[in-house]
């Protein structure tokens, strides 16, 4: 059984880009993903200097966990992304990219996309941290 989502955008906001101004979870059990980073089993960077393969990274690296708890991704119920980029161009790629990735789904919730100076290991580009609502 899976713990009843509700993703809601009050008409009083305005619209977004795929996200929910508002994600509720009934009930049930939810897991916390710490940050997931673009690094390879191994501990080692993938693609310095591409976004894009980092990002791939990320979303390979997030579909494990949540498979590791029993969930998918649209059993997340909220997302926020650190890019390195004061550009909002690069902001808006790096958000459509994660949409179309394997875990895309996880974006339609309540998300939020920020661009930072720096992330925790050197030529570290993007960074992805999810909550999910468990299926009981």
Sequence with gaps: MTPEIT??????????????????????????????CPLDRSGALVGPGDIDAQIDQVAANALAALSAVGARPDHVVRSVIYVVSTDGGALGAAWRRLVGS??????????TLLGVVQLGFAGQLVEVDLTAALPT
């Design 7 to 36: 993703r809601i955008n009050p008409e009083q906001l305005h619209p977004t880009p795929g996200y929910h101004h508002i994600t509720v979870v009934e009930a049930g059990r939810t897991a916390f993903l710490a940050g997931q």
């Design 102 to 111: 394997s875990i895309g789904p996880a974006f339609t919730t309540a998300s």
